[in-house]
Structure formats: C-alpha cells, structure tokens
C-alpha cells in the first residue's frame, strides 16, 4: 500500500552559484557556473516522498505570472499540484552558494509562500485520515503550518514538523506535532526556545520531546541521527560517502522518512538516512533526490556486507574457540 502525503510549505525557483570558497563579507568572488531548478523546503520533500513511492500532494503558492514552470516541475514528479494558490506575487526565489568542500549558504525571498489560502489548506487537511501523514516546514507563515498542524490533527492524520530553518522565537513553535525532525543547529534553538540550556544531542530530544510531547528525530550529518520515540533512545549510522552539494540533503531526508512512516521507525530513519547520503553525491536541490530504487539497492548492498562482515566473524570466533579449547566470555 502506498502511503499518502500531503506537504504544506514553500515552492521555489532555485539559482546555484557553484564557487571555490564562500564571499566573506566585502569579498567578491566569481562563480564557475550558474544552475537554475525547482527548490523550496516543500518542494523539494513533495518530490522526496513522491520519488519515496508515496502518492504525494502539494499545498503551496506559486506566482500567477511567474510559477507555471515550477507547478509543471512538480506535476513531472508525480506530485499532486491541484491544491496549489496562484498568488499576485512573484513566485519564491532562493539563491544557492556552493562551495569546494560542499558546504552551501542561501538566502531565499519568500515571495508568493506567503500567500497559501487558508481555506485550502482547511479543506485538504480535513480529508486527512488516519495513516496518511502530514508535512511541515518553516519556510511559510507559522499562522498556516499551525492551522494544518490542527486541522490534520483532528482528522487523525500523523503531522511531521521540520523545524527548518531553525526557529527565532518561541512564536514560531507549532502544536499538535507527532514527529519533530530537526538537525543539530535546530535541535539547539528549539531547545532554548524552550526554556532550556542545551547540553547536548542525547539529552536535548529527550527534553524537547517532554516538553513539546512529541517523538524527535534529530539528523547528524555524517554521524548519523538520533530516533527519540516513546521515552527511548536509538541511533542510526549513516553510510560513508564523499559529498559534493549538501542542499537539499536534510529535504530528501524528511521527505523519504514521511513516505516509509508504514516501517518501524528506526527502519524509516535508515532509508531515510541512505537517501540523504545519495543526495548529497549530487548538484542541485530537487535534481539530487534519489530515486526508491537506488536507495533500495544501497540498503541491500550494505545488509548483505554486514552479513558477510558478520559471518567472517563468526567464523574466526569458531576457529578461536576451537584453537584455545574453551569458551571465550
């Protein structure tokens, strides 16, 4: 059965400027070259969960003059674009910095992600049921994630917040969450949105989950993630791999997590995970998601080496045991 995904938040057109080092302030660089693409949180989790195998559906707001090309990038994906708000404004726009080592800076324009009809997103998210899950971010108004968080709530639908980017007040924080997910950055301002000094990944999801009652998943790059779920506490290596474009990683990231919620969630984290790791091999936002079936094949390519790792050691514990005779404890 596929899972069903409805993701409220941004749409935007994307600008990359590829560079050998970020600007320091006052510093002007030249780009080797220039990509533009679909992008946008939203965007970019809708394609995620879609790509995941999901039947996906996108509540956003694109320019009437400007976003048809953006709408037509998402219907491409197999992404629902019906709920979508024409608005009287130019269509989102982000400006991506990449440099050498991967590492991006981006300064985004909201522009028509402000506009998102209030009553559409009443009346989608009041179809929701139990089973299907809801995604959020935080690059639209708080007004209207919160109004979805609610709405989909009272339906009996699972509301997944990315807490991206991090949030600056406690204004900002959304009720009626069941999953949280954040990175490390944004686990640390929540946290202190709350009340309380951080001391740490481990202990910060456990305090955030207390005081906001809500499961937490916080991503750790290279490190992994944390899975905080019903007072446990879980970690979740990443695979090794040579990153080229960190954008869009953390997007992949929730979007896979949001259509594999059937799984168990550790399990759901790890897919999620190996999609995040492919990503970030590639250029681009939207462009970089994997596909299910390239993830799918990097999970069994690594089960089938940890079998393998497992069964070698297994078989030098026998040839151990029978060299010294005993048991070893």
């Known amino acids: 059965m596929r899972a069903r995904v409805t993701v409220v938040g941004s749409i935007n057109a994307d600008t990359s400027l590829r560079l050998v080092s970020l600007p ?21 989790q809708a394609v995620a969960a879609a790509r995941a195998g999901a039947d996906v559906r ?22 629902d674009t019906a709920l979508l708000t024409r608005a009287e404004l130019p269509s989102g726009q982000a400006l991506v910095l990449l440099d050498d080592a991967g590492e991006n800076s981006i300064i985004v324009v909201a522009g028509a992600n402000a506009a998102i009809e209030d009553a559409v997103v009443r009346r989608a998210c009041a179809e929701l049921a139990r089973g299907d899950v809801l ?26 917040w990315n807490a ?32 309380v000094e951080p001391s740490g990944p481990e202990q910060d999801v456990a305090a955030v989950s207390a ?43 929730v979007g896979y997590l949001a259509a594999s919620w059937h799984l168990p969630l550790p ?19 939207a462009p970089s998601i994997p596909t299910l079936a390239e993830v799918e094949r990097r999970l069994a390519a690594a089960r089938a080496g940890s079998s393998a790792s497992s069964q070698t050691s297994s078989t030098t514990l026998s040839q151990t045991i029978s060299q010294t005779g005993r048991n070893i404890p």
């Open 24 to 44: 320091l302030p006052g510093e002007t660089v030249l780009a080797r070259d220039a990509a533009r693409s679909l992008g946008g949180k939203g965007a970019n």
């Open 211 to 253: 005081r906001l009652g809500t499961d937490v998943v916080c991503t750790l790059g290279p490190a992994g993630a944390l899975v905080y779920r019903s007072g446990t506490l879980a970690r979740v290596p990443a695979p090794s791999v040579t990153a080229v474009d960190t954008t869009a990683a953390g997007d992949t990231f």
């Open 135 to 160: 995604v959020l971010q935080h690059e639209v108004p708080v007004a209207t994630s919160r109004l979805a968080a609610a709405t989909a709530s009272a339906a009996g639908a699972t509301v997944v």
């Open 58 to 79: 996108m509540i956003g707001a694109v320019g009437v003059h400007d976003g048809e090309h953006l709408a037509g990038a998402l219907a491409a994906e197999g992404v």
């Open 164 to 195: 991206a980017p991090a949030p600056t007040s406690a204004a900002d924080l959304i009720e009626h969450v069941d999953l949280l997910v954040v990175n490390e950055h944004e686990l640390d301002a929540v946290t202190r949105l709350l009340g």
């Open 267 to 285: 399990d759901a984290v790890r897919r999620a995970t190996e999609a995040g790791a492919l990503a970030v091999t590639r250029h681009g936002a």
